[in-house]
């Protein structure tokens, strides 16, 4: 359970760092930008924890999170831009 919130609180910085490192305009609000952290977070923690590429509490894994929310804040850019 505190691997979760561990997770979700290194998720929080992750998007921040990851709305500060994304170039361009940032068209998304505090809320979507913590979702997106929190959401890449998760995933770059499952994925590699599972292919065995780090282990929890290690700082690869922080870097992976703020790769995570990098890469789906994009996406999401991408996403929203074209529907403009």
Known sequence: MM???WTILIGFVAGLLARAITPG???TG???TAVLGVAGSVLASFIGQSLGWYSAGQVAGFLASVIGA???LVIYHLVTRNNS
């Open 3 to 5: 691997h979760w919130i």
């Open 25 to 27: 305009k940032s068209p």
């Open 30 to 32: 505090f809320i979507m």
């Open 70 to 72: 990098i890469i789906l």
